[in-house]
């Protein structure tokens, strides 16, 4: 006979052991409770605050399926109160332990700016990170995105007229400094009045822009990102 046929199912005794185990902080036992409540198993009714209760602190011990599975309830506000902010930090979570498919999906959430404004240099840090874990994907959405960000900038960089940022230079130039009859000062030449402008102009390469690697979405690390609820399993959030 196979492994644990001829046994009768113990719904109730299931719930007993788990509950028993996650008093002890078992943070699979914790899962186990918080998914039974969530979708109703083992003969438990759904319950959305010991739900969230049991897979908050499992989430809290480092189990990465708690956290998408409150990133799904956050979400989609069915059994809680819908809270893009507590969905976006387990999402930043889970694509933080490596998970290239939320690596993706998150690179999307701020491209399209779905749960916050958007962010572009974070969404292309993401889609390089589903990337190099080989989301393919995550590598055309890549290309794309970088196509699009130096199209942008370069033709953003054209449209500065170069006089007006030249003229106020020069101006500025001649009046800190007296001009001698003798020796009249030169006009500047085209060449050099493009520098100056281009040196001063804010979309300009040797401007200090963000770059993907150094705009990482530092919510997971804040002290004042959403943390997950620390209420007790048996006593519902507010």
């Not at 001649?174 to 102009?201: E, F, K, N, T, Y």
């Not at 770059?211 to 959030?237: A, E, G, H, N, Y």
Request: charged share 20%; hydrophobic share 30%.
């Amino acid at each position: 006979k196979g492994r644990g046929k001829g046994r009768k199912k113990d719904p109730a005794g299931a719930v007993e052991w788990y509950a028993r185990a996650a008093g002890q902080g078992n943070a699979v036992a914790m899962y186990a409770l918080g998914e039974a409540y969530r979708k109703g198993l083992l003969g438990l009714k759904r319950d959305g605050g010991k739900a969230v209760g049991y897979l908050s602190e499992a989430a809290e011990g480092g189990l990465v399926a708690a956290q998408k599975a409150l990133f799904h309830i956050y979400l989609k506000g069915r059994l809680v109160k819908k809270d893009p902010a507590r969905a976006l930090h387990c999402a930043l979570l889970v694509a933080s332990s490596g998970d290239a498919d939320f690596q993706y999906r998150l690179a999307k959430i701020y491209e399209r700016g779905k749960l916050l404004d958007k962010d572009l240099s974070s969404a292309l840090h993401w889609y390089s990170a589903a990337s190099s874990s080989g989301h393919s994907k995550a590598s055309s959405s890549l290309l794309r995105l970088s196509s699009l960000m130096s199209s942008s900038s370069s033709s953003s960089s054209k449209s500065i007229p170069p006089s007006s940022t030249s003229t106020s230079s020069s101006s500025s130039s001649s009046s800190s400094s007296p001009s001698s009859p003798m020796s009249p000062r030169r006009p500047m030449s085209p060449r050099s009045m493009s520098a100056v402008a281009l040196s001063s102009s804010p979309l300009s390469p040797t401007s200090s822009s963000p770059s993907p690697s150094s705009s990482i979405p530092q919510m997971i690390m804040s002290k004042s990102s959403p943390s997950l609820p620390t209420f007790s399993p048996r006593d519902p959030p507010p």
